[in-house]
């Protein structure tokens, strides 16, 4: 009998301390780098630096356009990353066999259901999920996807784990 490997949960790189976020800071969360890391082998990933964006860069944001969703520069609408963004997470999601996500909440690349939506006008009309996590799930419809903010105790890290594990 063949010796199952730790399931594979690709983490926003910010959350294992990677300072990879807009403002050249990470948001390290020491449950996530080391307890989770006991039960999954993890893949740290930063779509905005996957897609070519640096460190520090420019605010993007979620803009509303008619019925779609489109991640735009904040300081320059004209520059949409839209289509860079769903390239790489079809990629990724194809190179992968991901058991789960952790993702860092609010952010208009990895948040889930809680990242701040605006109308062309600048406006915030809402709340929606980052590109990055809206494409994994929809590539993805049974991935086990989880917010850092829902990662609160030991406990919160052994429901994850064996959610994922059940659905091995
Ligand atoms: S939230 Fe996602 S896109 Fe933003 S810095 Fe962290 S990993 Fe990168």
């Not at 897609?51 to 019925?67: C, F, H, S, Y």
């Not at 991640?71 to 963004?85: H, N, S, Y």
């Amino acid at each position: 009998m063949s010796h199952s490997k730790p399931p594979l949960v690709a983490v926003s790189a910010c959350l294992l301390g990677q300072k990879v976020r807009y403002d050249g800071k990470d948001k390290y969360t020491q449950l996530i780098a080391e307890e989770l890391k006991k039960h999954c082998q993890l893949l740290a990933v930063c779509p905005e630096v996957e897609i070519g964006l640096g460190v520090p860069r420019a605010k993007i944001q979620l803009t509303q356009i008619e019925q779609t969703i489109r991640v735009l520069r904040k300081d320059d609408p004209q520059i949409d990353l839209t289509d860079l963004f769903t390239d790489f997470t079809f990629k990724f999601a194809c190179q992968h066999n991901l058991a789960g996500l952790v993702l860092q909440d609010r952010s208009p690349s990895c948040g889930m259901e809680n990242t701040q939506l605006y109308s062309q006008h600048g406006d915030i009309v809402g709340l929606a999920s980052g590109l990055f996590t809206s494409t994994m799930r929809e590539l993805k419809p049974d991935l086990v996807i989880i917010q850092a903010s829902q990662l609160q105790s030991k406990q919160d890290i052994a429901s994850f784990v064996s959610s994922i594990l059940s659905k091995q």
